[in-house]
Structure formats: C-alpha cells, structure tokens
C-alpha cells in the first residue's frame, strides 16, 4: 500500500520537475535559457505556469457560414412549428364554438326540422333528445383542454 501512495505521489510531482527552466549568461554575454542548469555557471530558476490548453482554432469563414446557415434553419423550423401550434389551436376553438351553437340549438327548444327525401319532417321528443345527448358529447369532445 505504501509503495503505491509513493507512485502516486512520484507521478503527480513529475509534471511540475519537467517544467524546470533555467536562465543564465554564457561567456560570450547571450542570455541562455535551458531545461538543465551548466554546472560552474550562476544560473536563475524560472517558474513556469502549467501549460494551458490550446485554444480553439478560429472558425473559418465556411464554417461561420455553415453555423449561421443552421442558426437560420432552425429558427424557421421554430417558427414554423409556432405557426401549425396556433393554427391547431385557432382551428380547436372554432370546433368548439360550432359545437356550442349545435347544442346552443337543440336546448333552446322550439320546433326542429331534419329533411328526408327532399320534405322537411318535424324531430319529436325522443329525438330531440337524442340529438342533445350528441351534441353534448361533441361539444365536450371539441371544447376538451388538453
């Protein structure tokens, strides 16, 4: 166990051991930077921040127009999708008010005709009543909140 905490310590010091820089003055007066210090020679340790990662290659110019090219696609799609909600919506309500009328109609009574082959037949009380029932159900099927 301890042989394996000592690894692990070793292997997470490495990296920081590699990013040894030195910096010192050679006899002809250049400054030198080397990743190992001359012996007989003052040198400078440097300290290094840990690499970063690279930055993102810019975009080139078919690629923001491949990007903007979809950003417009789906915004269409968006609105598009917008538009057939409303237009289910708006197409539901008229439904509902159609149902209404129908219903509206055989609650209020009176004398109600249906015609068959081509003469005009008053709707008795048991069919009056079955007509109301149907109308209810349409109305409570079109007029339904989902």
Do not use: F, H, W
Request: one cysteine or more; a positive charge; hydrophobic letters at 30%.
């Amino acid at each position: 166990m301890k042989r394996i905490v000592i690894l692990a310590a070793a292997c997470a010091l490495a990296p920081a051991a590699m990013a040894q820089l030195y910096k010192y003055v050679d006899k002809d007066g250049k400054t030198v930077y080397s990743d190992q210090a001359p012996p007989n020679v003052e040198t400078k340790r440097l300290n290094i921040p840990e690499a970063q990662a690279p930055a993102a290659a810019p975009k080139t110019y078919l690629q923001r127009d491949k990007d903007l090219t979809k950003a417009r696609d789906e915004v269409k799609e968006k609105s598009k999708k917008q538009e057939e909600a409303q237009r289910q919506a708006k197409a539901a309500e008229e439904r509902c008010t159609q149902a209404r009328s129908n219903l509206q109609l055989y609650e209020d009574g009176g004398r109600i005709t249906k015609y068959e082959n081509g003469e005009r037949v008053y709707l008795g009380d048991a069919e009056l009543e079955a007509e109301r029932q149907r109308a209810t159900r349409e109305r409570d099927e079109a007029c339904k909140k989902s």
